[in-house]
């Protein structure tokens, strides 16, 4: 993974994001199994920056259907490609989280891929997922923390007081803050701050008796 970094153009970032299919395992991340264990049963889901189709191709494996909504058409076109998943149960967007549109929903899985909203845009974002999720419904993915080295290069990045506050409502079941020098997809050494996150709307109350 690179950042889309301010002044490149359109085409340097489609290279970027080709870079990191190429580069990273094609397997469902932990914040979406985490979300998928507490259901009771599948449901519809988004998976919004959903890629070459990592973790949709998982959801479908348990039964879930789900809208797939990303903005580099080099995503669909392998998203499309898959031969590991029944294609009917899916959905495809091909837009920017900003633009895109989806109904209410059990599921918000948004995998390494907020961040890379721009701050003005974030918030109108961020309330989308919220206000979509149905009544028990939860949303599972990551946020990057101030101190990531990209917080500096135009990715969206928080403070934990500040995700605290955007998670304000939610019930967390799941969130995890881990700090580690590694490297990007691309080979190159960073920072890595990251908040790995579950959280659920509340549930339906019964009719009382
Ligand atoms: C780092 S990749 C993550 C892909 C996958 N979810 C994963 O965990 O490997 C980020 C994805 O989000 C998409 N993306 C980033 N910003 C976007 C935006 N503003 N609108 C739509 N898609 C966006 C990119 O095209 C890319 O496929």
């Not at 002044?7 to 340097?12: H, K, M």
């Not at 998928?36 to 959801?59: H, I, K, M, N, Y």
């Not at 997922?129 to 028990?136: K, N, Y």
Request: hydrophobic share 35%.
């Amino acid at each position: 993974m690179t950042p889309p970094r301010p002044g490149l153009s359109e085409t340097a970032r489609v290279t970027d994001w080709t870079v990191y299919y190429d580069a990273t395992a094609d397997v469902p991340r932990a914040t979406l199994l985490d979300a998928l264990d507490r259901f009771e049963q599948p449901g519809l889901a988004v998976d919004l920056g959903s890629g070459t189709g990592r973790d949709t191709a998982e959801l479908v494996r348990r039964g879930w259907r789900v809208i797939a909504i990303d903005g580099e058409p080099e995503a669909m076109v392998r998203l499309a490609a898959r031969t590991d998943l029944d294609h009917s149960q899916v959905t495809t967007q091909l837009a920017r989280f900003e633009d895109a549109t989806w109904p209410d929903v059990d599921l918000v899985n948004s995998s390494f891929s907020l961040p890379f909203v721009s701050a003005d845009d974030f918030g109108g974002v961020w309330s989308r997922i919220v206000d979509s999720l149905r009544p028990g419904g939860r949303f599972s993915g990551h946020l990057f923390g101030d101190r990531d080295t990209w917080a500096s290069q135009g990715v969206t990045c928080f403070t934990r007081s500040e995700v605290d506050a955007l998670l304000f409502g939610l019930s967390v079941e799941r969130f995890d803050e881990v700090e580690e020098d590694s490297q990007d997809a691309g080979g190159t050494p960073k920072h890595w701050h990251l908040f790995h996150i579950v959280g659920r709307t509340t549930p339906q109350s019964s009719p009382s008796q």
